[in-house]
């Protein structure tokens, strides 16, 4: 069974540009989650999508931060402008369902690396 | 609030040591609980998770943890460390009637030879 698949792996902006991560989750998944991780913190949840549907997204700066998953298999999450302090990993999962004891177990990839100068 | 907290940010084990790595959780109700590692560049790995039933679970690689509802603990335990355990370890629970994943600020283990 494939993973979860991100790309790219690493990216390097300077502020006020823009920049898209794409995260592809496990075939028969219905739910993904983007995470940001700051280094030297554990990952923090930015947004959960149940199929293309927002479950939760409290955590998502929306000012500048994006996302969706229009046909409720790819995500893409977008930063316009990028600010120097979100340089962090930005790490998406997925499970098979939302709630649950099975459908809870969640699986990363390998996440992007944003570096912002 | 509901957390997950590791006390220890940084800790060294000699190579066939045996190993333990705290965490503490703070939920109303019996959390699902995991551990995941996480090597340098590389995403989270699930090494063991806790749903219910026996307290002690046994996970990939050689680890174990234990839940332990008296302490609010479920600490992760190996009885001899490889130098390819060096790596980073989460601890990280959801409240068992929704979601969202909450993880602890994450243990770094160095080995020594």
């Known amino acids: 069974e494939a993973g979860v698949a991100q790309s790219p792996r690493y990216k390097i902006i300077e502020k006020r540009q823009s920049v898209a991560f794409w995260c592809n989750p496990i075939?028969?998944?219905?739910?993904l989650y983007w995470y940001q991780q700051i280094l030297g913190q554990g990952p923090k949840l930015l947004i959960q999508?149940?199929?293309?549907?927002?479950?939760?997204d409290s955590q998502l700066p929306k000012d500048r931060f994006s996302a969706e998953r229009l046909k409720g298999v790819d995500s893409t999450l977008k930063i316009q402008p990028a600010k120097l302090e979100d340089s962090a990993v930005y790490l998406c999962?997925?499970?098979?369902?939302?709630?649950?004891?099975?459908?809870?177990?969640?699986?990363f990839g390998a996440g992007t690396r944003l570096s912002v100068l | 609030a509901q957390s997950v907290t590791q006390p220890d940010i940084h800790i060294t084990v000699s190579e066939g040591a045996s190993l333990e790595l705290r965490c503490n959780y703070s939920y109303g109700a019996t959390p699902y609980l995991f551990w995941y590692v996480q090597s340098p560049g590389q995403g989270l790995q699930l090494l063991l998770k806790y749903f219910s039933g026996d307290t002690l679970v046994q996970g990939i690689k050689g680890f174990e943890a234990e839940f332990k509802r008296s302490q609010s603990s479920f600490n992760l335990r190996k009885p001899s460390v490889h130098w390819s355990d060096a790596a980073e370890y989460f601890c990280?629970?959801?409240?068992?009637?929704?979601?969202?994943?909450?993880f602890g600020g994450g243990t770094r283990l160095m080995v020594k030879p």
């Open positions: 990280a629970g959801v409240n068992n009637a929704g979601n969202m994943l909450t």
């Open positions: 999962a997925s499970s098979r369902r939302t709630s649950g004891a099975l459908g809870g177990i969640q699986y």
């Open positions: 999508f149940q199929n293309n549907g927002v479950v939760d």
């Open positions: 075939s028969g998944h219905a739910t």
